[in-house]
């Protein structure tokens, strides 16, 4: 019975095994044509990474925008996000091969007059948000009392040297260290002032309570592209589908990302920056805003005549080796044109085939003007849109202009149940200028005040003059205790 009962187990097991086998065979079936389809779909798409130029955080939302919402994947990218930092050069990350994209600022221009082919593919920001922080101290007034004082710079500030030489300050003078990166080190010690992005570290400056300067090249009419897209030369000539197509990706992920910013910032919290905390990624995002001004131009736009004006700048201070190329040095999208089927067709058709060229040679000619129209009318509007909002006499928003601007910051603050507060400016006696000393010289006093104006403020604060001798500055996330 021993043995029976022994086999009928055997037999048991035989049967148990052989369903087993049977089912993962099944499986097997089943599952196998479905894990190459998964794995040619990653076969198929490119490898590309990103070195970005500082810690993740909102500055770099577009990117995170269009990784998660697969718009890289649909371009065929696969696309790897190098985090940067104050010891990492975007720059030369690109240029030694360990990136194919990097985040760069208007600095580029000095790195291809070096003769290092880099191009720019797309500018993120139109504004720059570079500006010097110093400490709080009554002997440093203006960016000259920093000669013979120890700054922290990052190693692609080179604008910042362009606004030092246009207030006149000797550079050499200047003892320029590594940026740690930690905004407090200007409180107190040997440094005394920082590049800083005005976006970013006076959040921890006054989260900390602490008062400091604020040297905005703006100011003094130094305003560059700041986050820059670019890539090598060669690599966007051997890769001209794929740098579109990234370019475009792009602009998809920051639309995304201004259109659904709460969603972008918990995805920032909860996947590349967990210790960022909510209320700095979204003071950053509402600055980086006005950096970009998406709703008045098209993300990623490039001007050639203002490259050419950043170069006489960096030119004026000393920093190009050599003229650049600004036609070479924006990136431009490739126009196939394959006329070989026509030229077939004329050998077979002959005169019938020449006439037809000749009228697509027409419409061709017809649709590039057609084109040149359009852009020109677009450069057009951009300008009459920005003189519109701007007080000619100042360079302050005008009353137009900080209605708009005043409308924004008051949903702003009740969106965020932060604080606004209003200054009103009145020049008194100002008519007996005027009367006195003619027009032109009211003009250059207001122009004086504005710039004061400017000055004395944060960059996140609005400046406007909306008549006469009359001025009004916005003061977000302050209250009447100041």
């Keep these: 019975m021993a043995s029976s009962a022994f086999g009928r187990w055997i037999g048991h097991r035989r049967t148990t095994t052989l369903r087993r086998l049977l089912a993962i065979i099944l499986a097997s079936i089943?599952?196998?044509?479905?894990?190459?389809?998964?794995?040619?779909?990653?076969?198929?798409?490119?490898?590309?990474?990103?070195?970005?130029?500082?810690?993740?955080?909102?500055?770099?939302?577009?990117?995170?925008?269009?990784?998660?919402?697969?718009?890289?994947?649909?371009?065929?990218?696969?696309?790897?996000?190098l985090e940067g930092g104050p010891h990492v050069n975007p720059?030369?990350?690109?240029?030694?091969?360990?990136?194919?994209?990097?985040?760069?600022?208007?600095?580029?221009?000095?790195?291809?007059?070096?003769?290092?082919?880099?191009v720019a593919v797309a500018a993120i920001f139109q504004h720059s948000p570079y500006?010097?922080?110093?400490?709080?101290?009554?002997?440093?007034?203006?960016?000259?009392?920093?000669?013979?004082?120890?700054?922290?710079?990052?190693?692609?500030?080179?604008?910042?040297?362009?606004?030092?030489?246009?207030?006149?300050?000797?550079?050499?003078?200047?003892?320029?260290?590594?940026?740690?990166?930690?905004?407090?080190?200007?409180?107190?010690?040997?440094?005394?002032?920082?590049?800083?992005?005005?976006?970013?570290?006076?959040?921890?400056?006054?989260?900390?309570?602490?008062?400091y300067?604020?040297?905005?090249?703006?100011?003094?009419?130094?305003?560059?592209?700041?986050?820059?897209?670019?890539?090598?030369?060669?690599?966007?000539?051997?890769?001209?589908?794929?740098?579109?197509a990234f370019r475009e990706a792009l602009v998809r992920g920051w639309t995304y990302a201004f259109n659904h910013q709460e969603e972008i910032i918990a995805l920032i919290e909860r996947e590349y920056s967990p210790e960022s905390g909510r209320d700095f990624l979204r003071f950053e995002a509402d600055n980086i805003r006005r950096?970009?001004?998406?709703?008045?131009?098209?993300i990623g736009y490039m001007n050639p005549a203002r490259w050419a004006t950043i170069a006489q700048e960096f030119e004026a201070a000393g920093l190009m080796q050599r003229p650049v190329d600004i036609d070479a040095f924006m990136f431009h999208p490739a126009e196939p044109a394959d006329w070989r089927w026509l030229?077939?067709?004329?050998?077979?058709?002959?005169l019938v085939m020449a006439l037809s060229a000749i009228v697509l040679l027409k419409f061709y000619s017809l649709n590039r003007a057609l084109r040149a129209e359009v852009h020109s009318r677009k450069l057009l509007e951009v300008e009459l849109r920005e003189r519109a909002l701007t007080d000619p006499v100042t360079g302050t928003?005008?009353?137009?202009?900080?209605?708009?601007?005043?409308?924004?910051?008051?949903?702003?603050?009740?969106?965020?149940?932060?604080?606004?507060?209003?200054?009103?400016l009145d020049l008194d006696h100002f008519k007996r200028i005027n009367d006195t000393h003619g027009h032109a010289a009211g003009d250059r006093i207001l122009n004086f005040v504005g710039a004061i104006c400017r000055a004395e403020t944060r960059g996140i604060d609005i400046t406007a003059r909306i008549g006469g001798e009359e001025f009004m500055i916005t003061l977000p996330d302050t209250d009447s205790g100041g």
């Design 30 to 81: 089943l599952v196998a044509p479905m894990i190459p389809s998964a794995l040619q779909a990653d076969e198929y798409l490119t490898p590309v990474r990103v070195q970005l130029k500082w810690f993740h955080q909102f500055q770099f939302a577009g990117f995170y925008a269009a990784v998660e919402q697969g718009y890289f994947r649909e371009a065929g990218l696969d696309v790897t996000l």
């Design 91 to 118: 720059t030369q990350e690109v240029l030694d091969g360990r990136a194919e994209f990097g985040v760069g600022t208007s600095g580029l221009l000095i790195t291809r007059s070096r003769g290092l082919p880099v």
């Design 131 to 211: 500006i010097l922080i110093a400490r709080d101290d009554p002997e440093i007034t203006s960016p000259r009392d920093l000669e013979g004082r120890t700054i922290m710079v990052e190693p692609y500030s080179e604008e910042l040297l362009a606004y030092l030489h246009r207030e006149g300050v000797d550079s050499d003078r200047i003892n320029m260290i590594e940026h740690t990166g930690d905004p407090l080190e200007v409180v107190d010690g040997e440094v005394v002032g920082m590049t800083a992005y005005l976006t970013t570290e006076p959040f921890f400056l006054a989260r900390a309570g602490e008062t």
């Design 213 to 244: 300067r604020v040297f905005d090249p703006k100011v003094a009419g130094i305003d560059f592209y700041g986050d820059t897209l670019f890539t090598m030369e060669d690599y966007a000539e051997r890769n001209n589908n794929l740098v579109v």
């Design 291 to 298: 950096l970009l001004i998406p709703d008045l131009i098209e």
């Design 343 to 350: 030229l077939y067709t004329l050998l077979i058709s002959g």
């Design 397 to 424: 928003l005008n009353r137009h202009g900080f209605l708009e601007a005043m409308a924004r910051e008051m949903e702003r603050a009740a969106r965020h149940d932060a604080p606004l507060s209003l200054l009103e």
